[in-house]
């Protein structure tokens, strides 16, 4: 996997962390993101170069923003040959009534998790089509599926995530891009700080595996289907300990 590279974003903490240090465990290169924390990302980048020997290049990114994104790609143009995986993972929560929700914070929502995605997919499918290969991996939740009270935001740009994974397979399928989305229950990251000992036994209680799943559990998972048969393409898989 020397020469492999992967762009992960949100990989400054949680899910994405754990993806990052998965794929280095394996040999792959990384392409890291995030927006907020880029002292966090860069740090992590040494540790992975140090620990695995494999070549960590991090940006700043605003995923939210065609500016941003535009800039990174021709960043990695300069730097690197070839990119063989995407992974959008970056992604917020907002919690409260949807009736209380002001514009800005809707739009915040969609724009970091769907947008972003948009604005990834359109930036790599030149480079994937010209190559007649590369994968994408869309970073879902239950919620796109389910939905989620209290949650609507979140819910519905989760649900489009879903909708643009689908579609988007069977446009790229010709080419032999693979394109699919897990859907995520409940993970041990800092997204779920928030809960209570209370609220996280209760949560547990619902989940029949009895528990939330670790992210490097998730980070596994993303692993493996990223190295399936490209004939599985399309997909909204889901990863939730049998919760939903």
Aim: proline share 2%; hydrophobic share 40%.
């Amino acid at each position: 996997m020397k020469n492999k590279y992967v762009i992960i974003t949100g990989a400054s903490r949680g899910i994405g962390n754990a993806i990052a240090e998965k794929f280095a465990s394996q040999g792959y290169n990384l392409i890291l993101t995030c927006n907020n924390n880029i002292e966090l990302l860069n740090k992590l980048c040494g540790q992975l170069e140090k620990k695995y020997s494999v070549l960590c290049y991090g940006f700043k990114c605003d995923g939210g923003s065609s500016e941003s994104v535009a800039s990174l790609f021709d960043n990695i143009k300069k730097l690197i040959p070839d990119i063989d995986i995407v992974i959008n993972n970056a992604g917020i929560s907002h919690m409260g009534l949807l009736q209380d929700m002001s514009n800005e914070q809707w739009e915040n929502v969609i724009t970091s998790n769907l947008t972003s995605v948009f604005y990834m997919c359109r930036s790599i499918i030149p480079h994937f089509v010209h190559n007649k290969y590369g994968r994408i991996i869309n970073i879902s939740s239950v919620w796109g599926e389910q939905g989620a009270s209290c949650e609507a935001a979140y819910s519905a740009s989760k649900a489009g995530i879903n909708g643009l994974t689908k579609a988007l397979a069977k446009e790229l399928a010709p080419s032999g891009i693979q394109v699919n989305a897990i859907a995520f229950g409940a993970i041990d990251t800092e997204m779920n700080s928030f809960l209570s000992d209370d609220e996280k036994k209760v949560l547990e209680e619902e989940i029949p595996f009895g528990r939330m799943a670790t992210p490097q559990e998730a980070a596994s998972f993303v692993y493996q289907l990223a190295h399936s048969e490209p004939y599985l393409t399309g997909q909204i898989i889901s990863f939730n300990g049998g919760w939903f």
